[in-house]
């Protein structure tokens, strides 16, 4: 029986040390900047490839990283420990998109978009709509078959990098044949992005809407089945969940490094805040809570690794996520909280880090749909049965 791949090991930890160090060098210095423009620096674009960090699942022969799934949730991690927003853009990448191919593609789909996905090109994850939100597969998005391919018409809202990126993983309903997974390229013809609303949080990532307006695709784009685009979202989901787990673990993380940081050095009283059980009990109930989610984390990665069976998957994606939201979101209450009126500025990245929490509640899944997933696996019982 295999060992499973542990966090600590001397190779992920020097990944993880690694990784930190670019963003505590590379990422923070930029982040007040990028969360006010809502804008991804181009510059950090560039490094972020050049550091192996769009490519880190990418085998070394297609010109990635060839690390593992465990270094590539330690990546997520990290990254949201100094910017959640420059997390997801990460995670979008190499776990929805090129994730999806690594593990669904067929050779030359991956031969032929892995190596631009490790060299530069970012890539999307385009299936929202207007109706389309927590019942993904509403979709009102068109694929017209053709004599050579399809036709692609219709809106995807809320799509992360969609203003970066070069790739889209899209969804469409083929006529007489149900949803459909295409990966089109952002410059085709009819392709275009809009932006519609500022957001509040992980504004790094920004999102925007895709509009495909009369969009060729060969049938060589298609990834797998015609019909078979639930099953290629619904396991490229699973996984993204888990991403998004790893980045609320990280902001959860980040936003206690702040406020631990500063309740050494703030005084009151005569005395650092510290020093005070009022502070100090919340900080460590925080923490508490936060190992117990890291652990789930990293617990869900060795599931996904050693284990082929799809609801025990869906299962774990689904309380990692729920869990590691929860989470977040309380450390970085407490993190503003601690730092008082500062926290309640910008002048420090503690209300950052709480704007970006939230996002953790409703993307890939919001808490109440991940309650009934779990539920409906626990009880065998769905939804209204």
Same mark, same amino acid.
């Given at each position: 029986?295999?060992?499973?791949?542990? $966090?600590?090991?001397?190779?992920?930890?020097?990944?993880?040390?690694?990784?930190?160090? *670019?963003?505590? !060098?590379?990422?923070?210095?930029? /982040?007040?900047?990028?969360?006010?423009?809502?804008?991804?620096?181009?510059?950090?674009?560039?490094?972020?490839?050049?550091?192996?960090?769009?490519?880190?699942?990418?085998?070394?022969?297609?010109?990635?990283?060839?690390?593992?799934?465990?270094?590539?949730?330690?990546?997520?991690?990290?990254?949201?420990?100094?910017?959640?927003?420059? &997390?997801?853009?990460?995670?979008? $990448?190499?776990?929805?998109?090129?994730?999806?191919?690594?593990?669904?593609?067929?050779?030359?789909?991956?031969?032929?978009?892995?190596?631009?996905?490790?060299?530069?090109?970012?890539?999307?994850?385009?299936?929202?709509? +207007?109706?389309?939100?927590?019942? =993904? *597969?509403?979709?009102?998005?068109?694929?017209?078959?053709?004599?050579?391919?399809?036709?692609?018409?219709?809106?995807?809202?809320?799509?992360?990098?969609?203003?970066?990126?070069?790739?889209?993983?899209?969804?469409?309903?083929?006529?007489?044949?149900?949803?459909?997974?295409?990966?089109?390229?952002?410059?085709?013809?009819?392709?275009?992005?809009?932006?519609?609303? !500022?957001?509040?949080?992980?504004?790094?990532? $920004?999102?925007?809407?895709?509009?495909?307006?009369?969009?060729?695709?060969?049938?060589?784009?298609?990834?797998?089945?015609?019909?078979?685009?639930?099953?290629?979202?619904?396991?490229?989901?699973?996984?993204?969940?888990?991403?998004?787990? &790893?980045?609320?673990?990280?902001?959860?993380?980040?936003?206690?490094?702040?406020?631990?940081?500063? /309740?050494?050095?703030?005084?009151?009283?005569?005395?650092?805040?510290?020093?005070?059980?009022?502070?100090?009990?919340?900080?460590?109930? =925080?923490? /508490?809570?936060?190992?117990?989610?890291?652990?789930?984390?990293?617990? /869900?990665?060795?599931?996904?690794?050693? +284990?082929?069976?799809?609801?025990?998957?869906?299962? *774990? =994606?689904?309380?990692?996520?729920?869990?590691?939201?929860?989470? =977040?979101?309380?450390?970085?209450?407490?993190?503003?909280?601690?730092?008082?009126?500062?926290?309640?500025? +910008?002048?420090?990245?503690? !209300?950052?880090?709480?704007?970006?929490?939230?996002?953790?509640?409703?993307? !890939?899944?919001?808490?109440?749909?991940?309650?009934?997933?779990?539920?409906?696996?626990?009880?065998?019982?769905? &939804?209204?049965?």
């Amino acid at each position: 029986m295999n060992t499973p791949e542990h $966090h600590s090991s001397p190779e992920n930890r020097q990944w993880r040390e690694r990784v930190r160090r *670019f963003a505590e !060098e590379r990422i923070a210095p930029l /982040s007040p900047k990028m969360d006010k423009t809502a804008s991804l620096d181009p510059t950090l674009r560039e490094q972020l490839f050049a550091a192996g960090l769009m490519s880190v699942e990418i085998p070394r022969g297609y010109g990635g990283t060839g690390g593992t799934l465990l270094q590539l949730v330690l990546t997520i991690e990290e990254v949201a420990r100094v910017d959640p927003g420059v &997390a997801v853009g990460v995670d979008v $990448h190499n776990v929805l998109v090129a994730g999806t191919l690594l593990r669904q593609a067929t050779g030359d789909q991956r031969r032929t978009y892995l190596p631009l996905l490790a060299s530069g090109k970012v890539g999307a994850f385009a299936l929202s709509e +207007d109706q389309a939100g927590s019942d =993904a *597969f509403a979709l009102t998005t068109t694929a017209r078959p053709t004599g050579d391919g399809y036709v692609l018409t219709g809106r995807k809202r809320w799509t992360s990098n969609a203003r970066n990126a070069d790739l889209l993983l899209t969804f469409a309903l083929v006529d007489g044949g149900g949803p459909t997974a295409f990966l089109v390229p952002k410059d085709a013809v009819g392709v275009s992005t809009e932006d519609r609303v !500022e957001q509040m949080g992980v504004r790094a990532a $920004h999102t925007a809407d895709v509009v495909f307006d009369g969009t060729p695709v060969r049938t060589a784009q298609r990834i797998g089945p015609v019909g078979g685009g639930q099953t290629v979202a619904m396991a490229a989901l699973d996984l993204g969940r888990l991403g998004i787990a &790893a980045q609320m673990v990280g902001l959860a993380q980040g936003a206690l490094d702040v406020a631990v940081a500063y /309740s050494r050095t703030r005084e009151q009283f005569g005395t650092r805040i510290a020093g005070y059980q009022g502070v100090q009990f919340p900080l460590a109930d =925080a923490a /508490s809570q936060l190992a117990a989610a890291r652990a789930l984390v990293y617990e /869900s990665v060795d599931v996904f690794q050693r +284990d082929d069976d799809a609801v025990k998957r869906m299962r *774990f =994606a689904a309380m990692a996520k729920y869990t590691a939201s929860q989470v =977040a979101e309380r450390a970085a209450s407490v993190a503003v909280e601690t730092l008082g009126g500062n926290g309640f500025t +910008d002048a420090y990245p503690a !209300e950052r880090f709480y704007r970006d929490a939230k996002a953790g509640k409703i993307y !890939e899944g919001t808490s109440n749909i991940l309650l009934r997933n779990i539920a409906s696996i626990m009880t065998g019982v769905s &939804a209204g049965d």
